[in-house]
């Protein structure tokens, strides 16, 4: 219990130290989201653009290309195999970068489990974000899936695992 409380008070850490986000992170789920993130990363040409799982590298490179990203801002990243897993595989790399607020871009729909999700993970390592959501017309995911998905994110916390192995269609 005491390391939850140490999630609040790193996020505020964080968010005093860098009030202003200093990376974008798009969490994969179809091209609009890299579309989007392209023409948002326009309006932010300082910085570094990370994708977690999202389309073929050769459609997303395309994509970036085409809004003038130069290639050295994108980092395209394929270790994630679900939501819990596109925080826990990065968060070192934007520790070991100083990285301490990130814009965080998904589908509405998405972005309640997500927000979740990044609270504990990126939270507990000193990392606060602002979301940004892309307008869907999809229904909010289920309570379940986020309570799961928290439950997924303590796990990590507490033991450097995320429990994606336990079971096949965990997205």
Same mark, same amino acid.
């Given at each position: ?38 023409? !948002?990363? +326009?309006? /932010? ?7 977690? #799982? ?5 459609? *997303?490179?395309? %994509? ?29 790399? !934007?520790? +070991?970068? /100083? ?7 998904? #589908? ?5 489990? *997500?927000?979740? %999700? ?54």
């Amino acid at each position: 219990m005491v390391l939850l409380s140490v999630i609040p008070l790193r996020i505020a850490i964080a968010s005093y130290q860098a009030p202003y986000p200093q990376a974008i992170l798009t969490l994969g789920g179809g091209s609009n989201r890299e579309k989007f993130t392209a023409q !948002f990363a +326009q309006q /932010h040409p300082t910085l570094d653009i990370w994708v977690s #799982s999202g389309i073929a590298p050769k459609l *997303a490179q395309n %994509i970036f290309h085409d809004a003038d990203i130069p290639k050295s801002r994108l980092h395209l990243d394929y270790r994630a195999v679900d939501t819990v897993t596109n925080f826990t595989s990065l968060v070192f790399e !934007f520790k +070991q970068r /100083h990285i301490q607020h990130l814009y965080l871009i998904t #589908s509405d729909f998405h972005m309640p489990r *997500a927000a979740s %999700i990044a609270i504990l993970v990126l939270g507990s390592q000193g990392i606060t974000f602002t979301s940004i959501s892309i307008p869907s017309k999809q229904p909010r995911e289920s309570t379940v899936h986020i309570l799961r998905d928290i439950g997924r994110s303590f796990f990590w916390i507490v033991s450097g695992r995320t429990g994606a192995s336990l079971h096949p269609n965990i997205n």
